[in-house]
C-alpha cells in the first residue's frame, strides 16, 4: 500500500514536470497517412483538427527564380515553394512527417533543408542534400511543440540563407492552439545588394557587405511591399490576431514591435512561455516568436523593426489595415488643438472663428502655415523641405506636388502611403493623417506652396472641404 502510493506519487511529480511538452516518443500512435497543407506568406494553414497523429508527407520545391525586392528593384532568390519565405509548414507534436525535398531541373546549384524542429543529426541537412532535377526523402518525428524556422544549410551556408532560403514550421501542442480569429506568417529577413537601398535594376547578391553584416534592405516577407498597399494584412475590430514571427536573418536580430498594438500574448522565442503584455519581442535570426492581440479600435497597425532606421531606410514596415467601429474611451484621437506659448506661460485655444478671420489674406495663411510646418511636417520632411532620399519625399519642387492640389491636400488630410514617384524618385513609406483642422491643412499647403521654388497656390479651408476624407485611414481625426 504504502509502495503503492509512493510510486502514485512519483508518476505524478514526473507527470507535471514532463506533462506540458511530453516528449515521449511512445505516447503516441500513428493512423494513417495525409499529405500537409502548404501555404505561401502571408498566409498560414488552418489548424489541425484531428485529434490523433499521422504520417505526414510534406513536399517542399526548392526554386530559384528572380522577383522584386522593392520597386523596380529584382534580385535572384533561391526559395522554398517559390517564395520569401518559404512554404509555411504546420504539423502536429508527435506526427511523423515523411519530408520530400525536390530541386526542381532549373536550379543551378544545390541544396538542402535544416528543419529546427527535427532532432537528429543537421535538423535534416545531410539527408536532404539534393542536386538540381533530384529528390531526397528523410523522416523524422516531431517531438518538440513550437515554432521553429527552417533554412538551406549547402555551403556557403551565409549566402543560401541571404538569398531567402528559409521559411517557418509550426508543430502545434498535443491538444492545438487556442483558437484565433486571423492568423498570419511575417518572417523578416536582411538582404545585401551591390546596388545601394532603391537603386533601379537588377541587383547581384554583394558578399562583402554579408561578411560586414551591412544589410542594403531589412524586409519583412522577402520585399518592402509583401505588406503594404493592397498587401496589407486585414483585420476587423473586436479579432484576435496570431502573427507567426520568424526571422530568417542570416545576420539581424529582430526587435518586433507593432505600433499602435500590444502583445497580450507572447509565446517567447516560439516556445511554450506564454508571457503578457509585451511591446517589443526580440526574434533571434534563426528564431520565432507567435504574438497575439485583439485590435480594439480601427487603425492603421504598422509592423516594425524597432532598429528603426531599418524600417525607415531599409523597408522592414508592414501593415495591418484594422477596420470597424470608433471606440473614443479606448481612443479618442486628438481632441484638442491649442497653441501653447510658453513665453505667456498660458495655453491660448484658437478658436475657429479667430482663426479663420487670422488666415484672410494670404501673408497670413503662410504665417500660420510655417508654424504648422515646423510642428507636424519637418520632423519627416525636413525644415528646408527637401525630406530624406530613400525614407521621406522632398516637397521643395515637388512634381507629384504642384502637378495637382487636390491629392496633396487628401494626403494632408487623410495620409498616404503606397508607391510615389516623385521627382523620378520611388517611395514606398507611409505618411500617416495627423488630425489637422481643416484651416491647419490649408495654411501648412499654402506655406509650402509658397517656398522652394513650389507652384504659389493658396489653398483655403473650403477646398480642403471638397477634398473627400477617407474613412479607411485612421492616423488620428
Ligand atoms: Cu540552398
Redesign the pocket.
Known sequence: MYKWVVGTAILALLAGCFGDNSNSVMSSEIKGQEDAVLTAPPNVPPPISRKHNTKLIVKLD?IEKKMNISEGVEYTF?TFGGTVPGSFIRIKEGDQVEFHLRNHPTSK????IDLHAVTGQGGGAGASFTLPGHESVFSFKALNAGLYVYH???APVGM??A?G?YGLILVEPKNGLPKVDREYYVMQGDFYTKGKFGIQGYQPFDMEKAIDEKPTYVVFNGSTMSLTGDNALKAKVGETVRLFVGNGGPNLVSSFHVIGEIFDNVYREGGSQLDHNIQTTLVPAGGAAIVEYKVEVPSNLILVDHSIFRTFNKGSLGLMKVEGAENKEVYSGKTADNVYLPEGGAIQKINESEQISKALNVEDQIKLGKNVFVKNCAACHQLDGKGVKGAFPPLAASDWLNQDQKRAISAVKNGLSGNLKVNGEVYNGVMPALGLSREDIANVLTYVYSEWGNSKKVIKPSDVDAVPAKASDNGGH
Open positions: 526548392v533561391w546549384m544545390p541544396h538542402n538551406c544549410a549547402t543560401h540563407i538569398n532560403m
